[in-house]
């Protein structure tokens, strides 16, 4: 009787190898979506835990880095996303992933270019008071204080550029989506993601040098 009992206690450990319970199938996409579409707040944190990651890496590299404020915005971002799935404005032409990308890139933009308009220089006394405590330990303090500097009129240009074409460069050249992604993403055609990527990348080129010439920086790329 005690050696079948010590059978069964291991046939049990097998099948919850591991501890905790059993895993349940991954959860699909379509089957998230349409939970979000009938309201039903238990896919919650299935949705945070499958985005999470995504909204996170896009919100940083549109502001280099995690501000004070960050848990709002990446808060804004999948309030967002369920808004938008919840409207039907998801066309499921693309990965969930992809399109949460997108929701967060449109999020942060907006946010960075509040931000611009409440003053010009995002963070510079922080940028400058950083590299002065390393400026004594780092040879290249001021090279990385300057590809900061760089990376801060980028932002900032981009955010007095149109949405459309700002967007489409940022998911382009900053995310690395291809152009029937953003074109998916956006609902436009391939021809006309293409043409705003062109504009844009002409535009912010164009504003980029304006600004070097203004400030005695010409020969810089």
């Not at 007095?160 to 436009?188: N, R, W, Y």
Request: charged share 35%; glycine share 4%.
């Amino acid at each position: 009787m005690s050696e079948n009992r010590a059978r069964q206690n291991r046939a049990h450990l097998r099948a919850v190898e591991g501890g905790g319970a059993p895993r349940e199938d991954r959860v699909s996409d379509e089957q998230l979506i349409d939970a979000v579409q009938r309201g039903d707040s238990r896919v919650a944190d299935e949705l945070y835990r499958r985005l999470a990651s995504v909204v996170d890496r896009t919100l940083y590299k549109i502001f280099g880095r995690r501000e004070i404020d960050h848990d709002d915005i990446v808060q804004m971002a999948f309030e967002q996303v369920v808004e938008t799935l919840a409207k039907q404005q998801f066309a499921r032409a693309c990965s969930l992933e992809t399109w949460a990308s997108r929701v967060a890139g449109h999020v942060g933009l907006n946010a960075l270019r509040t931000r611009r308009r409440e003053r010009r220089w995002l963070d510079q006394r922080t940028d400058v008071a950083l590299a002065s405590k390393h400026r004594a330990s780092y040879q290249d303090s001021e090279r990385v204080l300057e590809a900061r500097a760089r990376l801060e009129r980028v932002r900032q240009h981009l955010c007095a550029m149109k949405p459309d074409q700002a967007e489409t460069l940022f998911l382009h050249d900053a995310l690395g989506h291809d152009l029937a992604e953003i074109a998916l993403m956006t609902g436009a055609s391939v021809a006309a993601t293409q043409s705003r990527l062109v504009r844009g990348r002409k535009e912010l080129f164009k504003r980029l040098d304006k600004e070097a010439k203004s400030s005695g920086r010409a020969d810089e790329p």
